[in-house]
């Protein structure tokens, strides 16, 4: 079985950086602006970085 291999199959919470539906949502519901929402996305992934303790190798935010 693949399970057997590779491990058991990780939660959401586990490879998701941040909600992309909430952030959805502010632009198309509330009508934030695009560049308030991408800062908001880019916190996201900065505090999700520390969790990780990837601060240093996702250094650049947009992922290049």
Known sequence: ??????GPMPVQEQYQIYDTDLV???ILED?????VA???ALDFVE???REF???E?????WGR
Do not use: F, Q
């Open 1 to 6: 079985m693949i399970e057997d291999k590779c």
């Open 24 to 26: 959805l949502g502010w």
């Open 31 to 35: 009508d934030t602006p695009v560049h």
């Open 38 to 40: 991408a800062s908001y």
């Open 47 to 49: 505090e999700r970085a």
């Open 53 to 55: 303790g990837k601060v």
């Open 57 to 61: 190798v996702w250094s650049n935010l």
